[in-house]
């Protein structure tokens, strides 16, 4: 099928998260990455900001020889200041960072430009807009740049921006470029996420929402506005999962030209012996925290749940996850002893000292540390809301207590104090994890865990969940994941499944559950980025077209 369709020569895609790993478009960028440098051979860039002046970044291998003379050119002559070098990941694609600082000299002009251009507000900007702009814009200049000193008008060549943060860019592009392609993915809507955000109800009264009039209610009108133009006006608008797709439909009035999913590889996954040792491994480490800070003596037997991702209390579905935990405490069915870990990052002061004190014993310890549900210390630990939430449903971790909640409230980065060891290489220890998001545009957390053959429960308002949801012979947990039904409305019927469904995980014997682990990774398998790129071909094609269209007017 892709031979049918028009393909670049060239590939640009710009993100604030290149080089820069702080969110799940990371994972989107640096996992299809290999794949499409298999295929273009050094004719694929990805521009990110310079953020790491003067400080080492070892994701970011700088090189001297790479396009030396563009680079000397846009420096001396159009004031552009970029490193480039190569993405230390699978693939090595080559880099473009460049400094947007300089730009701000110029935004009062270049916001008046695209005013005029392109109808972007910018007049209510605040916080994150002028920083995210001014890169967005100083990386259009360099796809510009770059084109006219290296590329001819024979060159099919397209320019993707990810999120409202690149679209001044990609409008810039247009205009300045118009030989060049332009693709746009919003990976959730701004105002859709700060709708949920803002605890109103997103789904069930979606259409009778206005993007205009929410950006103005929610105070995000520059926000919203230039994620709006930019979807209206590039060659090709995509998002990533059919249930944004709405969002978008509605919200920025332009549904997807093309639904990009979220695909990603597996050759972080360790196999065999190596995955055995690691997971057991992990497992201790996993009980050794919980016997050291809870003064128990959990075994292996112990079924160990965990949930990760941003600290998105509703959004990430969080409050149920807790509530359902609370519920499953008091029920006299459990049979089995359940340490479920929290692992968000909160504002974390320090590693508790009496935990790696305890961590380096060689004792055994029957009494529990005070606090015996965190840790590493937070700053204003009062107005936290895991801890309150905690308090509120009487989650105390008293020894007799068949569930046990403890708050991992850090990035797992191999040196947090107390783990010292990578996600992913504590991941692979659980059993069994909780994704129970209320707003999930697509939902990588669930997908990693499968990949590591860890069975989840998501919902059907994470496009992940949505995704499984249409596969074939995919029956809930038996098949290696559980899409439970999730509204605005049905939070403690959500609460109760989930319950029930961690119950009835409990109860498999160890055959059964081998064959969910099983089945985990095959639903991983069917996410792979060589099942997904041919969705990235069809956009491609979309805006080489509509880029050729705007050539013969």
């Known amino acids: 099928m892709i031979n049918d369709l028009l393909t670049p020569d060239y ?20 996992t299809r990455a290999k794949t499409l440098q298999t295929a273009l051979h050094d004719k694929l860039f990805f521009i990110g900001p310079d953020l790491w002046k003067g400080k080492e970044n070892s994701l970011f291998i700088e090189s001297d020889t790479l396009y030396s003379e563009w680079k000397s050119a846009a420096l001396h002559n159009e004031n552009i200041p970029v490193r480039i070098g190569r993405w230390n990941i699978p693939g090595e694609p080559i880099v473009i960072l460049v400094d947007f600082l300089p730009f701000f000299a110029d935004k009062n002009q270049i ?18 807009y002028d920083e995210a702009s001014m890169f967005s814009y100083a990386a259009g200049k360099v796809v510009e740049s770059f084109y006219r000193f290296n590329l001819a008008k024979e060159d099919k060549v397209v320019y993707q921006a990810h999120e409202w943060m690149t679209g001044l860019g990609a409008l810039y592009v247009k205009w300045a470029v118009p030989q060049i392609a332009t693709i746009f993915t919003t990976h959730a809507t701004s105002i859709g996420r700060s709708i949920a955000g803002n605890n109103k109800p997103l789904y069930d009264y979606l259409f009778a929402y206005n993007g205009d009039q ?47 999913m979220n695909g990603f590889e597996d050759d972080f996954v360790p196999r065999g012996a190596t995955f055995t040792g690691k997971r057991k ?14 003064g128990t003596k959990l075994g292996d037997d112990t079924l160990i749940i965990g949930t990760s991702g941003r600290y998105e209390f509703k959004n990430k579905g969080i409050d149920v996850f807790l509530e359902s935990l609370s519920r499953l405490r008091t029920d006299i069915k459990l049979q089995k002893n359940i340490v479920a870990f929290i692992t968000v990052p909160g504002w974390v002061k320090e590693p508790r000292q009496d935990l790696i004190e305890r961590m380096k014993s060689r004792k055994t310890f029957d ?20 801890l309150n939430m905690m308090q509120q449903l009487g989650i105390r971790n008293h020894q007799d207590d068949k569930v046990k909640v403890i708050f991992v409230p850090c990035y797992l980065d191999g040196k947090d104090g107390i783990f010292n060891k990578d996600y992913y290489d504590i991941l692979l220890g659980e ?10 545009p697509w939902g990588y957390t669930p997908l990693e865990s499968v ?36 509204s605005d409305n049905n939070y403690s019927e ?18 059964e559950v081998k064959e969910i682990r099983k089945r985990a990774a095959e639903v991983a398998e069917q996410a792979l980025w060589k099942h997904f790129i041919k969705y990235y071909y069809e956009a491609y094609d979309i805006a080489l077209r509509n880029a050729a269209k705007r050539q013969r007017i």
Not at 282 to 289: C, D, G, Y
């Open 431 to 440: 059993d069994l994890s909780v994704y129970a998001s209320y707003y999930e």
């Open 111 to 128: 916001y008046a430009e695209m005013w005029e251009l392109y109808q972007v507000d910018s007049l209510h900007a605040y916080g994150d």
């Open 281 to 294: 491994r992990a497992r201790s480490l996993l009980l050794k925290v919980a016997n050291n800070l809870l």
């Open 367 to 386: 009494t529990p540390l005070d606090t015996p549900f965190l840790t590493h210390w937070l700053y204003e630990m009062h107005n936290d809301r895991v």
């Open 451 to 486: 990949a590591f053959k860890v069975p989840t429960i998501t919902t059907d308002l994470a496009g992940f969940g949505l995704w499984v949801k249409g596969l074939k012979n995919q029956n809930g947990l038996m098949d290696g994941v559980e899409v439970l039904h999730r």
């Open 11 to 30: 590939i640009f895609e710009s993100s604030w998260e290149v080089c820069n790993k702080v969110g799940g478009i990371y994972t989107v960028l640096s």
């Open 494 to 511: 959500v609460a109760e499944n989930l319950k029930e469904t961690i119950e009835y995980f409990c109860d498999r014997d160890e055959v």
């Open 214 to 260: 929410m950006a103005r209610e929610l105070n995000m009108e520059s926000k919203h506005s230039i994620e709006k133009q930019t979807a209206h006006h590039v060659d090709c608008f995509t998002t990533v999962s059919e249930i944004t797709n709405r969002e978008c439909e509605q919200l920025l009035e332009k549904p997807a030209d093309v639904v990009l």
